[in-house]
């Protein structure tokens, strides 16, 4: 029967084994998986702007992007593609906020140089490699 | 009660009540506004209920921790607090920068990152709001008579939940690698260290309810903590499969996921073991319930509801949609909102003096609010399962999906309705104990000496 101690030893060493794997993956995505991804060294100082804003605005309080947010307004990962960089510019530039079939989008009062940063991100947004997400509606295909 | 200073824990679980009723007012904000009916959006818009919504949650699960700890580490350390004033201190801090930050949140003084919304400056006041908490924690382990297996793997747990907060503080303008460290705390957190204090709450709980021997409970503790971690650990590699993370992800991220329900399953059968084990003699009714249902709805909302979409297959689509919402819910009502509940229930009685511990009012509080969550888990799942279907398979655009999914919102305003009754009842108990008192000391108070009232 297991005692108090082995149970101990099975905890502790389980613990610090995997927390090693887990620590060496981590180094290895955040200094070759990601950048790769997401085609780090594109990121302009306007791809910047635009992912400060979305943090600054809390826009993953409605949509999400790369499937993180809180499922009220659209994914946007691949928004650029979908919809076009004019579109998002009318939709950023909406002057009484967007309303989409009666669902209130926030009023933002953004600059020219700003809702360009957004485009921007969305661009930069819509070139990550992201494992086959979203995925491509398979009815009729 | 040993000592007078677990008293201290009374200010953190009301805390935690008041908290709580806010959380569910947003919850309702957010539920109308999928309905359709968003009258507040001027006032409180989406992204603002929502931010409100999860960081209420955190806070009040946190505070609900802390009481906890208050209220333990003396009990089985066998010796005062190591300072109330400091304690107090700590507390009235907390419940600032609480109350700071929600106000933030509805100027747009926030970050928008998911339950991390809190902005950077304040995260410097609640990282020292923590240390001061741990110092109090760890002093009065350090200083005290007795040290037990339960009291370290609590400490542990908070002290690492502490440590897992500092990558969340670091800003990156990469947004899959600020994602990639969101999760160390997020997942880390619920899926990881939360449990050990989970298990060290949960294990003290049945230690005096059970009347089992100490020794057996400590053991099998270290064997759930053990799997918790083994599974965990790697099983974060769940929210990297289309985040920006390398493939390989979703072969370690499927593997690890698929065996997280066996560490929640180990917490189930080992509550409901020594449950089995022990003299069923204890009669505070309520404080039972309430653990072995954390036991038990954390392994069907964590564990089951989790392994239903944590396959890279089936996450690929239901990633990003109401499903996980359905899974979140559960989860956290198991897991952490009925252990906190658990806690309360048992030392209550304890602290006051009044021996409210099997009255209709409680017991209408654990089956409607239960009731009401599955309900409300049922809801999400039919809308998240419609929305994958029509969205991510048919291919409907968003805001056509969001109009043909929103009656099942109405079912889950109904669901919301009778949970927020039981949750009312819990409260209106919490009122009956009334404050703590000196007079509720008791050299012996816990098992023995509830039996002989």
Known sequence: MLSKQQAKVFFLGGTLLFLAIFVGMSIHSLVVGIPENTNDSDMTEEVILGKQLWDENNCMGCHTLMGEGAYYAPELTRVYERKGADYIRTVLNAPNGWAPRGRNMVKYDLTPEEVEGLVAFFEWMNRADLNGFPPEPSVGN | ?453
């Not at chain 2, 968003?38 to 949650?57: C, P, Q, R, V």
């Not at chain 2, 650990?233 to 985040?243: E, V």
């Not at chain 2, 979140?328 to 602290?351: E, Q």
Request: hydrophobic share 55%.
């Open chain 2, 1 to 453: 009660m040993k000592f007078k200073s677990q008293k201290i824990a009374y200010h953190f679980f009301a805390l935690s009540m008041l908290l709580l009723i806010l959380q569910i007012a947003y919850g309702f904000i957010m539920g109308f506004a999928h309905m359709g009916y968003d009258g507040l959006h001027e006032l409180i818009s989406f992204n603002t209920a929502s931010a409100t919504h999860k960081n209420l949650l955190v806070v009040w699960i946190l505070s609900g921790f802390m009481g906890a700890a208050y209220y333990i580490i003396p009990d089985e350390s066998d010796n005062e607090l190591f300072s109330v004033p400091l304690a107090k201190l700590q507390f009235w801090s907390f419940a600032i920068v609480g109350v700071i930050a929600v106000a933030g949140f509805h100027v747009g003084w926030w970050e928008g990152r998911k339950f991390l919304e809190i902005p950077r400056p304040l995260d410097f006041l609640v990282a020292g709001n923590v240390v001061l908490f741990l110092v109090i924690i760890l002093m009065t382990l350090l200083k005290g008579k007795k040290s037990s297996t339960t009291a370290w793997v609590l400490t542990m747990g908070l002290v690492f939940a502490a440590l897992l907060y500092l990558p969340g503080m670091v800003y990156f303008d990469n947004i899959a690698v600020d994602s990639f460290f969101r999760w160390y705390v997020v997942h880390l957190w619920v899926e990881g260290v939360w449990e050990l204090i989970m298990g060290g709450i949960l294990a003290y709980l049945l230690i005096k309810i059970t009347g089992v021997d100490r020794e057996v409970i400590e053991k099998w503790l270290y064997v759930v903590v053990g799997l918790t971690f083994l599974s965990g650990i790697l099983g974060t590699g769940h929210h990297y499969y289309y985040t920006g993370g390398p493939s390989y992800w979703l072969m370690i991220g499927g593997i690890f996921s698929a065996l997280e329900p066996l560490a929640f399953l180990g917490m189930t059968i080992f509550a409901v073991q020594m449950y089995r084990k022990g003299n069923k003699k204890h009669p505070n009714k309520l404080a039972l319930y309430w653990t072995l249902s954390t036991a038990i709805v954390s392994f069907l909302g964590a564990g089951l509801l989790g392994l239903a979409h944590t396959l890279p297959g089936v996450n690929l689509y239901t990633h990003g949609t109401l499903v996980t919402a359905m899974h979140g819910h559960l989860a956290f009502w198991g897991a952490y909102a009925s252990l906190v509940l658990a806690i309360i229930s048992y030392s209550m009685p304890l602290m006051t003096g009044r021996n409210i511990f099997d009255n209709r009012t409680g017991h209408l509080a654990f089956w409607c609010s239960n009731i009401g969550m599955f309900g409300m888990t049922g809801a999400f799942a039919a809308a998240g399962v419609a929305q994958v279907y029509l969205e991510r398979i048919a291919g409907y655009d968003f805001m056509t999906v969001a109009k043909e999914i929103q009656p099942h919102f109405f079912v889950l305003i109904l669901a919301a309705t009778l949970f927020t009754v039981g949750i009312i009842y819990f409260i209106v108990n919490f009122l009956r104990f009334g404050r703590p008192t000196d007079e509720a000391l008791k050299s012996d108070e816990d098992f023995e000496a509830l039996k002989a009232d």
